[in-house]
């Protein structure tokens, strides 16, 4: 009675912990964040300080961090904009390609223009122009707030170190401390991984563009490359614009399924099948918590969660592992350990 109670009342804890996870979305996403950038950037620091005094120094990282982000945002908005331009200029093929979509449709009693008139109306776009807005507002406040964890973080995080060392407590001290170094040498091993894949990405789709004739292969493999960094939406961004394209550059319904079908297929095995498995051999965490953290991460904290689903998952398997009492989790859902063979 007292282990089933004891059970018990861990299952209801655990429930209680992930709905306030999922409430506090708005605070604590933005703190995830910040944590993930301060672990990835804090030896840039630590080596610039080296050499210049510690504000110039924060400075200077702050620039380098933001100036990274932003030139892979100019690479995105440079492949979209070639490709915009081309198909403003190609417009009326799009014209005539939906007249003739609408004509088989009409045909085949699907009546396309009653359905646009009834749903896509002045209504409808001022929703979805509102929803844009909003969500743009939310985007620029949240790495707002993230930006700001971040500059703070790294001021404090020589001063966090000395106060753990200072305490009385040296196990929770040892688990802090060791825990938080490994934890963030594993997040900067799963950035060179995600850059890795999404370099296998935007190569294998650059290719796939030329070989079939499509146009701008090379912007579609940047495109690629660097929406990989944003699972399941990004890819998906980066299968459906090729598609479209090819729809006017072929012409024929199965060419259009053979594009759309063989830059999924690209985007499934890297990302779903050989991703997860560098991952896991690399963080030591089994390719099944992998997808599952991405997943519930996902529902939890939407879009955001998605990409720091993996990363807070490597941080409580870390700390697992430098607590004795927790080693078994790590033990139970970790990668296997080669230097370590298995014993039956």
Known sequence: MGAGLKISTGIIAAVLVIAAVAQARNVLAPLAAALFIIAI?????????????????????????????VAFASLAAWGFGRVGRYLIVDADRYQAFYAAAVTWLDVHG???A??????FNVGWLLRTTQYVTGRVNTTLSFWLIALVYVVLGLLEIEDAGRRIRRLENHNAARVLLEGSKATAAKFRKFMLVRTQMSAVTGLLVGLFAAATGLPFAFEWGVIAFVLNYIPFIGPFIATLFPTLLSMTQFERWPAVFGVFACLNVIQF?????????VAGSTLS???????????????????????IGVPITLAILTFCAECPS???????FGGLDEAKPAAL
């Not at 030896?43 to 380098?64: F, G, S, Y």
């Not at 095995?269 to 498995?277: D, F, M, N």
């Open 41 to 69: 950037v804090w030896p840039v620091q630590e080596r610039i300080q080296l050499w210049l005094p510690k504000l110039l120094a924060l400075a200077v990282t702050v620039i380098v961090t933001v100036a990274t982000c």
């Open 110 to 112: 699907v009546s396309l």
């Open 114 to 119: 009653g359905l646009w008139a009834e749903h």
């Open 269 to 277: 095995v890297v990302g779903s099948y050989v991703e997860p498995r």
């Open 285 to 307: 965490i089994s390719p099944f918590v992998v997808l599952f953290a991405i997943f519930f991460w996902s529902f939890l904290w939407g879009l955001f969660g998605t990409f």
């Open 326 to 332: 927790a080693r078994w989790i790590a033990d139970l």
